[in-house]
């Protein structure tokens, strides 16, 4: 399965110090064991059209290998709770969509 995340960054950390801390911590989110494949960008420079949506800040897409790989990493990872636990108060909105 395809787990893939968006963060919009809350205004005080839309910065060169705020956007390094975003950036190691997603580094240290991605060596998660239970993640199969991971990569982290920003909004692509494509053309600006009615269907996208260029506003989010960093986004996230992570591969799973099985759907009980996917419930650990949520329920019991301590990477991806020290991920979330440690940098929540910088992300002014989160939205998460899984791909089956």
Not at 10 to 24: C, I, L, T, Y
Not at 54 to 71: L, N, Q, R
Not at 83 to 99: P, T
Request: proline share 4%; net charge negative.
């Amino acid at each position: 399965m395809e787990h893939h995340v968006y963060f919009w960054l809350k205004d005080e950390f839309k910065n060169e110090v705020g956007g390094a801390r975003m950036e190691a911590a997603l580094a240290e989110l991605m060596k998660s064991p239970n993640i199969s494949k991971a990569r982290w960008g920003k909004p692509a420079a494509t053309e600006v059209r009615p269907v996208t949506d260029h506003s989010w800040d960093y986004g996230i897409s992570f591969h799973f290998d099985t759907m009980e790989a996917h419930e650990k990493y949520q329920k019991a990872d301590p990477i991806h709770d020290a991920f979330s636990g440690g940098h929540r108060e910088m992300w002014a909105k989160v939205l998460v969509m899984d791909l089956a």
